[in-house]
């Protein structure tokens, strides 16, 4: 898949989830939302243009949250 799809699916996800009122917990639910219904391919690519570009067009929320997934949490 293109790039800029996932990274505009990515941020999408982001502003409907950065209203939360806690912001771990915004963080969170997005490393959960990828992890539960996003592909591994577009996961994997959407990891592999943080690590390439530092997250450039991603929202920073989204960015932490691609690090929540990394690690684990």
Avoid: C
């Avoid at 917990?25 to 490393?31: N, Q, T």
């Avoid at 996003?38 to 994997?44: L, N, V, Y």
Wanted: glycine share 6%; charged share 20%.
């Amino acid at each position: 898949m293109k790039i800029h799809y996932l990274l505009d699916m990515a941020n999408a996800i982001g502003e409907n989830l950065q209203s939360l009122p806690d912001a771990d917990e915004a963080r969170l639910e997005i490393s959960q939302h990828l992890r539960r219904f996003w592909d591994p391919a577009m996961r994997q690519q959407l990891l592999a243009h943080l690590d390439q570009t530092g997250g450039e067009g991603l929202l920073p929320v989204v960015q932490q949250a691609l690090q929540l997934l990394r690690s684990g949490a």
